[in-house]
């Protein structure tokens, strides 16, 4: 059974950058893709990109090109989301999930989540 | 990008009834691919069904999925007190991965 632990909660300044992590557990990390997916507060969940650490191939929303890399260390098992350039509208909870039923492959469902990592910027 | 529209926005209903909800898409989703989340206050989503009709494991039978092409449903046959959730359609045929913009059940 995989589990995807994230990092804590983080407080930026518009115009600066964060990094999220993602550590999975419990299964085959470098078979299944990772997806990002934010929620803005009160709003619905909006999907930002994803990897398959295996191949080390990734996928970004349109939305976000230029300012997300999405990033795996395969020796620890870890999934990582860096967000430039942050704007007060990217605060929101950050989730990873997991398509642990679908291997080797990119955007597709997501059965396994992360507890989300909430990042403010103000 | 493939538009999922969602509706109603909000369902109020009592526990027993039976829930319908609708996910419209802006254009035919390939293969049904279609997944249905559940997400209560403060929590993660939670997979349903994928391949608009699949149950995921451990999802009790009163929840089916419906439909291809731009139209897809999920019923949920009676409804329990830890059903009252918000619910989301995301579609994966096509690049980038969408979702609808969710409906929300709530008690009557």
């Known amino acids: 059974q995989v589990h995807l632990l994230q990092s804590g909660a983080e407080v930026r300044r518009p115009g600066s950058s964060v990094k999220v992590s993602c550590k999975t557990s419990g299964g085959a990390f470098m078979n299944y893709g990772i997806n990002w997916v934010r929620q803005a507060p009160g709003r619905g969940l909006e999907y930002m990109g994803g990897i398959l650490p295996i191949f080390g191939s990734t996928d970004y929303a349109h939305h976000f090109q230029g300012r997300l890399t999405i990033t795996a260390d395969t020796s620890t098992g870890t999934v990582y989301l860096e967000l430039s350039s942050l704007r007060s509208d990217d605060t929101a909870v950050y989730y990873c999930?997991?398509?642990?039923?679908?291997?080797?492959?990119?955007?597709?469902?997501?059965?396994?989540w992360g507890t989300g990592t909430t990042v403010i910027v103000s | 990008e493939i538009v999922l529209t969602q509706s109603p926005g909000t369902l109020s209903l009592s526990p027993g009834e039976r829930a319908t909800l609708s996910c419209w898409a802006s254009q035919s989703v390939s293969g049904s691919d279609l997944a249905w989340y559940q997400q209560k206050p403060g929590q993660a989503p939670r997979l349903l069904i994928y391949?608009?009709?699949s149950r995921a494991t451990g999802i009790p039978d009163r929840f089916i999925g419906s439909g291809s092409g731009t139209d897809f449903t999920l019923t949920i046959s009676r409804l329990e007190a830890e059903d009252f959730a918000v619910y989301y359609c995301q579609q994966y045929g096509s690049s980038p991965l969408t979702f609808g913009g969710g409906t929300k059940v709530e008690i009557k």
């Open positions: 391949g608009a009709s």
């Open positions: 999930g997991s398509q642990t039923m679908v291997p080797a492959a990119l955007r597709h469902f997501m059965d396994v």
